[in-house]
Each structure stands twice: as C-alpha cells, then as structure tokens.
C-alpha cells in the first residue's frame, strides 16, 4: 500500500483523469477527496472507492471561487485531520478566437483553471508547511506550452500554472513539499472531440490519422501522478512532466541566450540596427 494513511484532494475527479487518479490512490492505501460540480459523478466515485475497500467523501463544490476551493479542503481536514497530496485537476475549457472570445469565457476558465488551483494550494498550506510534508501537483496542458490556436483563455490559464508550478517549488522545497506539473495526452469527455475532429479532417484529406492525436489512456497518467506523491519522491520538484501512453516526457525552462551585444552603449541601440542584427533571424518564412 504505497500511499497508506495519506490524505490526498483531487479537484475534478468525478470523470477523466481525475477519477482514474482518485481511484489508483484509494487501490494503494490513501483516503480520497473527490470533487466535482455533479453530485451523480461525485457519488459515483466515491461509491465505487467505498466498494473496492477504499475510503472517501465526496465534495460537489466549483473551485472557480476562493470560497469554493476553501470549503473542498475544510471538508477534508473536518473528515481525515490532514491534507498530504493535492491535484489540481479540475477546469473548463470555452474555445473560441481571440477577438470572439467574452470577459465571461475569459473569467470562466481562468477561474477554474487558476484561482481554483490557487485557492485550494492557499487552504491546504498552513497544515503541509507546519508537517513539513506533502505534494502538490498541478495538471497543466501543452496549450500552456506552446500555445493553441482559438485556446487564448485556456492556454493563458495553463501557462499560468506552470509559474505557479516553478514558484512553488521554490517556495516549498525547504519544507518537505514537493510541487510538480503534469501535461497529459489522453482520451477523456474534454480530448474525444478534438480526436474525432483530427480524424474526420485526415480522412477528408486523405491522410493518415496525425501521430499527435494518439494518445494513451487515462489510467496511465494517474500512474505518473500516483508516482510523484509517493514519499520517496518528495525530493523531486519543480518538473514539467508529459504522459502520452508508454511515453513520458520532462519540459524544459524557456532557455535565454544572448544574440546581440554592443561594444559601445554611446548612442543605444536603433531599431533598424536591432531588426538587422537581431529580429531578421526569426522571420517566419
């Protein structure tokens, strides 16, 4: 029983990844917190916890408000005494091009992606710092990564976990509590869509189905999460990890290089000047 007397939150573990997580965790010892905004899917996983010999609550509540993600851990801390692993999973997606896109669709996703990890990371805190252990673990999204056309709210929210992910982990690490972030490739109700779109758009084309659109299942991602809340790996931190079925992968920080130097800053520089030694090297073509 790897995880035996943890106390693990997953936000959004009523469906998709975050049930497969919820329910590895239970199979290897830890009490789960579900949550979820539909109290039949909450019940569900909880049931199905319960009937395997597992321990959970449920928790129907959005994290898209402070008081929201607030309540989810004082529901756990009131019920198991102690938080030892979060998983930000919960989120919403509302695509739409930038210029089309509403303050609501906007607020919407931010909020839930964002202020939901924030809020219950803040919630959960006091007790991981004053026990000097825990792990956190944000779901991230190659959207934040490289970005995605019609995603601006979406990938704007997921980019923002990922500096939340590096800040964190240096924040945290003299306390025991290891903070990393997960891009996972896999079929749930939010990818399917976009897969059969993939599909339909090959086949109309001709063309094989795009190696990116294959992906593993969600079970194999709560494996990788299972894997980085184990004890013995609370020394890893501050990681982008991907999970694509048998591949996993490790992002890398923005790298900075210095392209240009001035022997003398007499006059500054001068914008043709920095197109001709600078910019002109990254015309797209």
Known sequence: MLLEGQVAVITGSSRGIGRATAIRMAQEGAKIVVNGVQEGGVWDVVQLIRNQGGTAIGVVESVASMAGGERIISEGLREFGKIDILVNNAGVVHD???????????????????????????????GMRERREGSIINMISVAGLTGMIGQLNYSTAKAGLIGMTWTLSLELESYGINVNAVSPAARTDMTMPYIERAKQTAEMKGESFPEYWKVGSTEDVAELMLSLCLPRCRKVTGQIFSVNGGKIGVWSPPEHRIVATQSSRENGWEAGELFEQVLSAYVKV
Do not use: Q, Y
């Open 96 to 126: 739409k091009m930038a210029h089309k896109m509403s303050e609501t669709e906007w607020d919407l996703v931010l909020n839930s992606h964002l202020k939901g990890a924030f809020a219950c990371i803040r919630s959960a805190l006091p």
